[in-house]
């Protein structure tokens, strides 16, 4: 609100020219009713009042435009600037954030919490200001009149505030649970229709359209309970207006008969209370935009406050290239520092130009192994190291600028393959594009589109297959040129053989490059310089691929149980 300031100021000032035009109307109503009562007296003929009056209602209403179009704006200004921060503030975030926060949520705060925002800060701050500049003139003016008479119209008017603030706050803990409702039936329904080839497949449309109908059961349950509290706010609102009017026709009446209030007065002094009416019965619907509104705000904030736990160095190291020389030093890591660690006392240094393999039985940690290197988690200080240098003190972006990670499962953007290929390299030639598909083996696929490498590939990557988005996922790797690639088990959706021959066709690639390449299929790690075998988080076989044969330890009856399944499906 601060950024925008100058607009709000010349919107409060328009909101003071409207209600300025609105509180002489009962003021000249009142002249022209003296004017009528007693014409001897009156200064001017009741035609020139008005007159009057319709001036002063077109200026009214030309100001409210101008009043009304000023304030919005700067709440939509407003809002876009909160969602530029909100997105900046994601992408900002870490892993361990996302693991633990819900899509369908995250987008709830994009769409309904931003839109609740935007109507405390335009509609809401509107009607505030509206409300406090028509309050103070109107009641003002009405003590002029009659003080006495003022106090006996207001009397009700402080019970009312009080039932309300009551009202209030049940409102707020309901608001905050609505939209937190609204969030889980946003990611019910993200979740479904992303897998919807798997709601399809199992024939689980009915358990979900149930799943979700309760879901929308408990959203409609809050939203109905404020509802009702709504309900109650408003007649009691308007019940405090009437009351007020009650007693002015009756205290005012009898003064006006006795001849102690002009009929003038009493005119301008009913016109003044009819003002107040609407500004406390809208009072109601501010509280719960505040409500609201508030109940949004503290939700974005939760994303705006959110610390992320990979930082960037606070003393960085002075790094011009990262030559691919890593060393785990002691490493010990867990996702929650109160779990049982998944990786403990890792040691090794891997020089540059080094093929490594990493295998493994499912959960034994080696993805976490892989993830660390780049940062996608946080390391405790002295454990990985790149050149020496403590991968904490090398600043992110070179950091992962120097390193190309494909992570197991491979996503692409609603884009097109050339797009896709070219997320990691701004400006990437054509050429350079087809040359990294040509590596990754991705290149034929890409020709037999009819659009080549401008094919759109839907929403995430959902027109390729498994084995296309995986080459696409290792071009698009390939193609930054990195120090140190990280391949995390990127072909699990290809057969043994095309896994081979894609590997065979990026060996001419690697060059001085360290490799690191996670695969459960030990035959893509034959032609590794080094081989890592990893149990509950620990080292327990290292070394060539015939020495580990050799050894005849778990990599070699995984071998051979391997190279036994291979010859049964051969048959």
Known sequence: MRSRRGTYLLGGLCLLGTNSCALFIPWLMKLAVEGLQFPHKAQHQPSHYALLIIAAALLQGIIRIFSRTTLLHAARRIEFQLREELYAKLLDLDLPFFSRER???????????????????????????NTAIIYLAAIFLMVRISPSLTACA???FPLMILGVKRLSASMFRRSKRAQEELARLSSHVEENVSAAAVVRAYCRETAQ?????EFNSRYLESNMGMA??????????????AIGTLIVLILGGSRVIAGSLTLGDFVAFNGYLAMLIWPTVVLGWILNLMQRGAASMSRLNHVLEAVATVTEPAEPASVDRLQGEIEFRNLTFSYDQQTTPLLTDIS???????????????????????RLIPRLYPVADGQIFIDGIDVNRIPLARLRGAIGFVPQESFLFSRSIGDNIGYGKEEADPGEIAAAARLASFEEDVLRFPDGYGTLVGERGVTLSGGQKQRAAIARALLKNPSILILDDPLSAVD?????????SMSGYYGDRTVLIVSHRLSALRECDLILVLEEGRVVEQGDHE???????????????????AEIERL
Do not use: C
Not at 355 to 368: E, N, R, T
């Open 209 to 213: 359209i149930e799943a979700f109908r």
């Open 228 to 241: 009702r509290l709504r309900g109650w706010m408003i007649p009691v609102i308007a019940a405090t207006g």
């Open 547 to 565: 020495g580990l044969l050799a050894m005849g330890g778990r990599y070699a009856a995984t071998w051979h149980e391997q190279q036994l399944r």
């Open 103 to 129: 899509t369908g949520d995250i987008l709830s705060r994009f769409s309904n919490d931003l839109t609740n925002v935007r109507m405390l800060m335009g509609f809401g701050v509107l009607n505030v200001i």
């Open 496 to 504: 043994a053989r095309t896994e081979e021959e894609i590997l065979e």
């Open 154 to 156: 207001i009397i009700p």
């Open 348 to 370: 090794l240094t891997i020089k540059p130009g080094k093929k490594v393999g990493i295998a493994g039985p499912v959960g034994s940690g080696k993805s976490s192994l892989v």
